[in-house]
């Protein structure tokens, strides 16, 4: 694991119990990304839930399309997706094949290995996005940063389990919650803050952390620089 030259940081300072006040605020739509490091094996999905502090959603726009179109869980699970929130499924958020319902806002497979399947084509698989490796659930959103805390966010990962083609006993509110974290200190533009157990990630930004645990974790301000060795 490779550390993140100083360059990167922003120091923000704590102002009382789980709040942040960043030295500068992202605004308006804004790209972000949420990779969440999850190993899991064939017809295991996961989501995100998440929002603001006081639980309200956040406006998002997926941004990926995958050109195979309804072939691909992520295409149809991220039609009508319209905000990150703390519902399995929003109203007019599809269905896979009319049957299998969205645990939350879809995350793809990715891997840092090219091969046959990528996130343009298949909603899965290679993404240049990821420079870490496989097993990392990735979110590829335009988020309305004006509706985040200060430019900050919470989330947490859900685990559905299904057999590849159950689609009638498949309920997307059926799965596994990631448990309570305490996230330390990331590397990037990022600080410890106590009284929060999920995830907190940043607008605009790259934001890398792992299942179920604190650390590591990374936020980064550009799309360009190197996050994890």
């Known amino acids: 694991m490779t550390m993140l030259p100083f360059c990167f940081l922003i120091f923000l300072c704590e102002t009382g119990f789980g709040q942040l006040v960043p030295s500068a605020s992202p605004s308006g739509f804004q790209r972000t990304v949420v990779f969440i490091k999850r190993q899991s094996y064939p017809s295991q999905y996961v989501f995100l839930r998440g929002g603001r502090y006081d639980g309200s959603p ?4 997926h941004r990926v399309q995958p050109t195979i179109g309804s072939d691909s869980r992520y295409y149809d699970w991220s039609q009508g997706d319209n905000n990150l929130d703390w ?42 996005i ?15 940063c004006n509706k985040t805390d200060d430019g900050w966010f919470q989330l947490k990962a859900f685990v559905v389990h299904g057999e590849k083609n159950d689609y009638i006993s498949w309920n997307g509110n059926n799965g ?54």
């Not at 990821?130 to 309305?144: A, F, I, L, S």
């Not at 410890?192 to 604190?214: D, L, P, Q, R, W």
Request: charged residues 20%; proline residues 6%.
């Open 58 to 61: 956040i406006p998002i726009r």
């Open 87 to 128: 519902d399995a499924q929003e109203k007019g958020q599809w269905n896979f094949k009319s049957f299998q319902r969205p645990g939350g806002t879809p995350l793809m497979w990715t891997t840092n290995v090219q091969g046959t399947v990528n996130v343009t084509k298949d909603g899965a698989g290679y993404t240049p």
């Open 130 to 144: 990821n420079t870490m490796g496989p097993h990392y659930w990735m979110m590829d959103v335009d988020m309305d």
């Open 176 to 229: 596994e919650w990631e448990r309570g974290v305490e996230q330390t200190t990331c590397w990037g533009d990022h600080k410890k803050f106590s009284g929060v157990n999920n995830h907190v990630a940043k607008c605009g930004a790259i934001n890398v952390f792992t299942y179920g645990e604190g650390t590591p974790c990374v936020v980064s301000k550009s799309f360009g620089d190197p996050l994890l060795g």
